[in-house]
């Protein structure tokens, strides 16, 4: 007998659905009335089929620092987990020559997929505190990385294979979080990882809700994030 295998992948969307070999003849909108299924960690998928076949489903909205002819959309829990973000941005709005997000990293992801969202980013205009860039020659490594969270408006951490691999050798980019996870300004940003194998290494920052590349790809999370730090 096939096993179910919502409870450790979830069914949120109509892929994760038709992948369970248990489930995959039920109808997507049964496994919504399963609240055992549900995780608060995981990030929902975009609702861009939502939107091509109703056109007003609640599963498409935008939130109120959308502007005028944006193109982004979201889910209400994507709402819901960037809403206190974006307070932070606002609040440190009035701050002159912040930048807009500081990006934590694995050093094994400089060259790969920090690289790929941080030019994602920037291509929509967004200031990025990069270590690749903003760390100069001789310059100590945790005074820059100290200054940059100083005068960044929001943190994103990618959360990767090789950041996991690094956290519990508390480096630098453990530094980095227990910065971030003080206030309330981080976004994680999970990368060819689930957030099961990061609740395992690191339960506080799992306990964060954050944006997930298996529902999305980069390029879309970008664009939000470039929406929620506009200001």
Known sequence: MSRCTAPRYGHRTASGAAACPACSSRSYRSYNSYPSYSTPYSSPV????????GGGSSRSIKPRWS?????VYYTPTEVQTLTPIRRTVEERAVQPDLRDVFLCHAWDDRQGAAKELHDLLVSHGVSVWFSEKDVGLGVPLMRAIDKGLANSRIGLVLVTPALLRRLPQEGIADKELSALLARD????????????????VSPLLGSRRGLSTAEEP??????KLAELVQV
Do not use: D, F, K
């Open 46 to 53: 975009s609702s861009a089929s939502s939107r091509s076949s």
């Open 67 to 71: 502007r005028a002819g944006s193109s």
């Open 185 to 200: 300004q981080l976004v994680p940003i999970v990368h060819n990882t689930t957030y099961e194998a990061l609740r395992e």
């Open 218 to 223: 980069m390029a879309e999370l970008a664009a």
